[in-house]
C-alpha cells in the first residue's frame, strides 16, 4: 500500500516563495509508485493542502489530517522542506515530534541551533572548528562602532542572525556602511552576527544520511560576480556553482572531514549543506542549511546527480530514513 506523503512548503519568512518552488519539485519527482504526494501550505493564517487544480482545504492542526470528500486522511510522513520559520527553526519538527508523525528534517534541537548562526558557532567552536571572528548584537544593544571594527576588521559582514537566502547579510567596506548594515539585518532579526571577512575559495558541502551512512556529497564550488554569495548570487544566476569544486585533494580531504565531522558534532540527520571558506588556505565553518533550496538546479541535487543519485532516489532515501 502507499504511504500518504505530506509536502510541507512555504513558511513564515521571507523565504516563502523560494519554498513554495522547491516544495514543487518534490512533488514533482517523488515517486508515485511508492507514495501519494499530497502539497501542503505552511502560512501564518493558516495550512492547508492545494491540489493540482489549486482548490484549497484547510488542514486539522490537532492531528496534522485532512478531509477530502468525506474521508479522513492521515499521513505516514511529513516532508518538510520549507525553509526558514517554522520549518527550518525547530517548531514544525517539536510539532510533529508531539503528535507522532516522522518528519525528513534533523531532530528540533539541531534545527534550532542551526538556524541560530550564533549559538550554532558558539557550541562547534570549543571542538576546533574554524570560524570567523564574530561580534554579537541584540536590538536595543548599545552599537560601539569603533569596537566592532576593532574586533572584526573591516571589511566584515553585517547578518541577521536567525534568516536565510542570505536576506538581512550586507557586506561592510567602511565605518559609515556599518549603521546602515545594522539596520537592514534588524528588519529580519532582532539579533545580529557580525564576522570578520574570510577572503579565499568558497564551497558548499552536503552531508546527507544514506542507505542508514552519512556521506558527503562532491562538493560545490561558489563563484559569485557580487561581493559575495547574495541573493541574486543564489537565485538569479549571478554566480558559478562548479561541481566537483576546483580543489586539490588536500583540500577536498581537509573540507571532507570537517564537514563530516561538523555533522556528527551536531547530531544532524537527513540532509544538510555548510558553507566553507578556505581562508589562509584553511576551511572555516561558515553556516549550516538544514533545509536547503531544492530546484532541480539547486545545489543539494546538483552534488548528489554528480555522486550518481537522482533527485527521485535521494527522495525515496529521505523519506525512508525518518520513517525507520
Known sequence: MKKNIAILMGGYSSEFDISIKSG?????????????????????????YIDDQERKKTIDKNDFS??????????????NIVHGTPGEDGLLQAYFKLIGIPQTACDFYQAALTFNKRDCISVLQPYGIPTATNYFLNKGDAIDQDKIIATVGLPCFVKAN???????VSKVKTIEELIPA?????????EIIIESFLSGTEVSVGVITYKGKDIVLPITEIVSENDF?????????KSQEITPARLTKTQEKEVTELALKVYKIL???????????????????????TNPGFSEASI????????????TELLTNTIEECMN
Do not use: C
Open 24 to 48: 514543487n519539485v518534490v512533488y514533482k519527482y517523488i515517486d508515485r509508485n511508492l507514495y501519494e504526494a499530497y502539497r501542503i501550505h505552511i502560512t501564518k493564517d493558516t495550512w492547508y
Open 267 to 289: 547530531k544532524m540527520k537527513g540532509f544538510s549543506r555548510s558553507e566553507y571558506i578556505f581562508h589562509n588556505g584553511v576551511p572555516h565553518f561558515i553556516e549550516m542549511n
Open 66 to 79: 485532512l478531509l477530502l470528500q468525506g474521508e479522513k486522511i492521515k499521513f505516514d510522513a511529513a516532508f
Open 229 to 237: 554569495f547574495d541573493y541574486e548570487a543564489k537565485y538569479l544566476g
Open 182 to 190: 545594522i539596520e537592514i539585518a534588524y528588519k529580519e532579526d532582532d
Open 162 to 168: 536567525k534568516a536565510g537566502s542570505s536576506y538581512g
Open 300 to 311: 543539494l541535487p546538483q552534488q548528489a546527480k554528480a555522486a550518481g543519485i537522482s533527485i
